[in-house]
C-alpha cells in the first residue's frame, strides 16, 4: 500500500492531469446509524494524461475528513476487464482534520477508454464517489530521442485542399483560470497535460501532430492589447512560441486579428492602421516564409469587421478605402496584394451587403451555432444545412468551416460534440460540396476546422483523454490519399517531461488558501 499522510492540512501531489467528479451520496451513514459526515474527495485525478498498454498509468485520490472523530473507511477502485489494479482496495484511518493522498497503479492489457470508478464505503454503504476517464494507447517500446523526432510529412501530390486549422492562444502560465473548464472535463484533458504554451517544444509537438494527419496551417486568434499606439500583443505567447519552435518551417501560419474588444483590440483611426499595425503585420508576420499566402498574397482573416465601421474608422466607405490601402501596402512590400476574410457566421442578407460593401473578399465562419443541444447527426445535418444556406444567400464567397463541438465557457446554452466517426462522415460530405465550388478560388482551395485547441469552450481536434487522436485520424483519412498506418508519439514515448510548470505552480498556490 502506498500512501502520503499530512495531518490537519491538505496535501496536494503536483501532477499533470485529471480532476474529480464526485458525487457523494449523503445521508447513508445516517439511515445506518453512523454518525458521520461523509469525507471529502479533494482531488481524484491520473498522474499523466494517457498513457500505452503495458505501462503503468498513475492515479491519486486525495481524500480528507471533516469529522470531529477518527473515521474508518474503505477506499475502492471498481474493477475494470483488461486493467490490473495494483491494490485495488485499501483501508485507512483518518484523524479529525486529517487528509491522505492514495497512489495506485494501473495496467492495461489492451487499448481502451474507460471511466474509472472509485468508491468510499463504511460498512457496505457507498458515501462518496468519483470517477476518472483514462486512455491506454496501443503498446510500442520507449524510444530514445533527443529531441521530438522530426514530422514525418505523408507525401501526397493528388491533395488539392490547403486544411486550416482555427487557433485559440489562451493557454499561458499567467491565464491559469483558462483551465478551470477542464477540471470539471477531464476527458478534454490534452496529450500535452495542462501545457505552457510558451514553450516551443509544445509547438513543435503540434506541428508535428498537424502536418502527420494534413493539417497545413494554424490561424492564431490574434489580440492587441491598445489601439492608437505601437503593437502590443495579448495572448500573443503561443504564436510567438511557434516562431521561436524547430519545425517552424514544416507549416504554415495566419492571423485572425480579433476586433471585438472596442476601444482596445481594434484601430484608433486609419493613421493608427497604417502606420502601427500594418507595419507590424508585414514585417513581423507576412515576410515570413512561413506565413500562409496564396497567389503571393498574405491571407488576413478578421473577426468582427464590421467593428471597424462605427468604432474604429467611421463609415463603411472609410473602411473600403482602408482596405483598399492595405493592400496596396502589401504590393508595395513585394506581395501581389493581400487576401482579406471576414468572420460571420449568421445568415442576414444586409450584413452579407455590408461585408461587401467593406471590400472583403471572402466571409468564413470561425464556427457554427447549433441550438438544442443536437445529436451528433443533427449537428452534421445542421451545418450542412448552413452552409448551403451561406452560399445562397452570401454576395461574397465563403471559405467554409467545419465544426466539431461546442459546450460554451461554463457549459451554457446548447452543448453537443460529434466524435470522430462522424465527424469523418462530415468532413467528407463537406469536402463534397468544396470540391463543387469554382475553381482557382480560395473556396475551392481552403478548408477551415474548428478548433484545434479551444478546450475550454467544448471544440477541439489535438489528440485528449477521451479520443485519443481520433480527430486527426479522421483528417487523415480524409484529406490525404496516401493514408497508411502510422505511429502517433506522445511525450513519454520518448522520455520528454511534462510541460505544464506554470499551471502547476498556480494549483500550488491555489490549494494553500
Not at 445516517?30 to 471529502?40: K, N, T, V
Not at 484601430?267 to 515570413?288: C, G, Q, S, T
Request: net charge neutral.
Amino acid at each position: 500500500m502506498e500512501y502520503l499522510k499530512k495531518k490537519g492540512v491538505r496535501l496536494f501531489i503536483l501532477t499533470v492531469g485529471i480532476f474529480i467528479m464526485q458525487n457523494p451520496i449523503r445521508g447513508v451513514g445516517q439511515r445506518l446509524g453512523i454518525a458521520i459526515i461523509p469525507p471529502r474527495i479533494a482531488e481524484f485525478m491520473g498522474a499523466q494524461p494517457m498513457t500505452r498498454v503495458g505501462r503503468p498509468f498513475v492515479v491519486l485520490a486525495t481524500i480528507s475528513n471533516p469529522n470531529k472523530q477518527i473515521v474508518t473507511l474503505n477506499v475502492e477502485l471498481v474493477p475494470i476487464e483488461h486493467i490490473h489494479i495494483i491494490d485495488a482496495n485499501r483501508k485507512i484511518s483518518l484523524s479529525p482534520g486529517e487528509e491522505i493522498t492514495i497512489k495506485w497503479k494501473l495496467v492495461a492489457d489492451k487499448p481502451l477508454y474507460k471511466d474509472l470508478q472509485l468508491k468510499i464505503k463504511q460498512g457496505e454503504a457507498v458515501i462518496a464517489a468519483a470517477q476518472l476517464p483514462v486512455r491506454f494507447l496501443p503498446a510500442m517500446q520507449r524510444i530514445k530521442e533527443p529531441y521530438i523526432p522530426e514530422p514525418k510529412i505523408p507525401v501526397d501530390n493528388n491533395k488539392k485542399l490547403l486544411i486550416g486549422a482555427h487557433y485559440f492562444p489562451g493557454w499561458e502560465p499567467d491565464h491559469p483560470q483558462f483551465w478551470d473548464q477542464e477540471l470539471k472535463h477531464p476527458e478534454r484533458t490534452p496529450a500535452l497535460g495542462f501545457y505552457d504554451q510558451g514553450n516551443p517544444e509544445v509547438a513543435d509537438w503540434e506541428t508535428k501532430w498537424a502536418v502527420e494527419h494534413g493539417v497545413d496551417f494554424f490561424i492564431y486568434c490574434w489580440y492587441r492589447a491598445k489601439e492608437g499606439s505601437p503593437v502590443v500583443q495579448n495572448l500573443g505567447s503561443a504564436l510567438e512560441s511557434r516562431l521561436n519552435s524547430r519545425f517552424k518551417n514544416n507549416m504554415k501560419f495566419a492571423i485572425m486579428w480579433e476586433n471585438q474588444n472596442k476601444g482596445n483590440a481594434g484601430v484608433a483611426n486609419e493613421a493608427d492602421l497604417m502606420n502601427n499595425l500594418l507595419p507590424f503585420w508585414i514585417n513581423n508576420y507576412f515576410k515570413r516564409a512561413d506565413y500562409l499566402k496564396i497567389d503571393n498574397k498574405p491571407v488576413l482573416f478578421i473577426y468582427r469587421p464590421e467593428f471597424l465601421v462605427e468604432d474604429n474608422l467611421g463609415s463603411i466607405e472609410k473602411v473600403h478605402e482602408a482596405f483598399d490601402k492595405m493592400k496596396q501596402a502589401c504590393k508595395a512590400a513585394g506581395f501581389d496584394g493581400l487576401w482579406i476574410l471576414g468572420e460571420y457566421r449568421g445568415h442576414d442578407i444586409k450584413h452579407f451587403e455590408l461585408m461587401k460593401e467593406l471590400g472583403l473578399d471572402y466571409v468564413f465562419e470561425y464556427c457554427w451555432y447549433i441550438g438544442n443541444s443536437p445529436s451528433p447527426q443533427q449537428a452534421i445535418d445542421s451545418q450542412l444545412e448552413q452552409i448551403h444556406e451561406t452560399q445562397k444567400l452570401s454576395v461574397l464567397p465563403q471559405v467554409v468551416t467545419v465544426s466539431q463541438g461546442w459546450s460554451g465557457w461554463q457549459d451554457e446554452g446548447s452543448i453537443w460534440a460529434i466524435p470522430p466517426i462522424e465527424y469523418e462522415t462530415l468532413l467528407r460530405r463537406v469536402k463534397s460540396f468544396v470540391d463543387s465550388l469554382p475553381k482557382n478560388t480560395l473556396s475551392s482551395r481552403m478548408l477551415l476546422l474548428d478548433n484545434w485547441n479551444e478546450w475550454s469552450e467544448g471544440h477541439y481536434l489535438a489528440p485528449c483523454t477521451e479520443y485519443g487522436f481520433g480527430y486527426l485520424d479522421a483528417i487523415r483519412r480524409v484529406f490525404l490519399n496516401n493514408y497508411a498506418k502510422h505511429v502517433d508519439l506522445i511525450p513519454e514515448d520518448i522520455g520528454r517531461p511534462n510541460y505544464e510548470s506554470g499551471y502547476r505552480k498556480w494549483l500550488e498556490e491555489q490549494r494553500k488558501k
